[in-house]
């Protein structure tokens, strides 16, 4: 049987069809348009998931990663920044469409889970994975498995809080680590300081702006605060940054050393290591759930 799996993204959305070893037959990409709503998104998957299937004469199985995680007292969708999903039952109505059974996991964790077997973070019992791109999320992979928790929100560290008095968040509470380290709060803060609305890659090579300075430090600060937290917590194997933050050299020395200096240990060593596999880990990790 082969595997099709959807990465349902903020702002693009990939679809890939493997074979049983995970080898790529097809793969394509669209634009989300979430700002279209609930109804949009369904019809996108189902279009993208008929356009992968015409390259196969083979069952395919279906996993779906998702921003935000199923609750398990509801079976809707809980936790997402593409916060048109909220509240809605996506299994079922996509079950009904595709008339088969759907799997649907955390985008973070099936990153975490195709780093862990085919990426960066191979041969580690206790791997965890980072995003910080649109949102900031993780995923937890013990001993080749993704542990969800018992409410299945186990890895959220995006909405742990750092400053008790912080930044508002969507979720309702002030000082989550998403609204400093995600791509969209990064950007609105160099805008407060610089008066210059710029993308997160112009800003990183803004080597003349005075304002860098004082913006790079608040960054490190806050990554070195937000990750030592988890360390300590979960003293993983490996920690795997992906996301589109994941692209900035300066996280894996500076940014590693911040993490390091706030750790609870007389020993810190932890990797922190770039993903292998880029943007498209979510959709290797939705074709293995």
């Known amino acids: 049987m082969n595997k099709i799996g959807i990465d349902l993204g903020g702002t693009k959305t990939e679809g890939i069809l493997l074979d ?7 793969r394509k990409r669209v634009k989300t348009n979430q700002e279209k709503g609930y109804s949009s998104i369904l019809e996108l998957i189902k279009n993208l998931v008929d356009d992968l299937r015409q390259e196969t ?106 400053r008790p008095e912080g930044n508002s968040c969507y979720c309702g509470n002030r000082g989550c680590v998403e609204t400093y380290l995600s791509g969209p709060a990064l950007e609105k803060r160099w805008e407060h300081l610089s ?45 795997v940054l992906g996301g589109g933050l994941s692209n900035i050299p300066f996280l894996y020395e500076e940014g590693k050393n911040l993490v390091y200096q706030k750790v609870f240990s007389d020993q810190i060593d932890t990797p922190i290591l770039k993903n292998k596999l880029g943007d498209s880990a979510g959709v290797f990790g939705a074709c293995m759930i």
């Open 20 to 26: 049983d070893n995970f080898e790529t037959i097809e």
């Open 195 to 239: 008066n210059k609305r710029q993308s997160l890659s112009e800003i990183i090579h803004n080597n003349e702006d005075n304002s860098l300075q004082k913006w790079k430090t608040e960054f490190l600060e806050n990554f070195g605060l937000a990750l030592g937290n988890v360390i300590d917590i979960l003293d993983p194997d490996v920690i």
């Open 57 to 162: 004469n083979q069952k395919t199985s279906i996993g779906i990663c998702t921003p935000g995680a199923l609750s398990r007292k509801s079976g809707l969708i809980k936790n997402s920044n593409t916060q048109c999903l909220i509240g809605k039952d996506l299994k079922t109505d996509l079950e009904n469409i595709f008339n088969q059974n759907i799997s649907i996991e955390n985008d973070a964790n099936c990153f975490a889970l195709a780093e862990s077997k085919l990426g960066a973070a191979q041969d580690f019992d206790t791997v965890f994975g980072v995003i910080m791109g649109t949102g900031v999320g993780g995923g937890l992979i013990i001993n080749d498995q993704i542990h969800n928790g018992r409410t299945n929100i186990a890895g959220e560290w995006g909405h742990h809080c750092i």
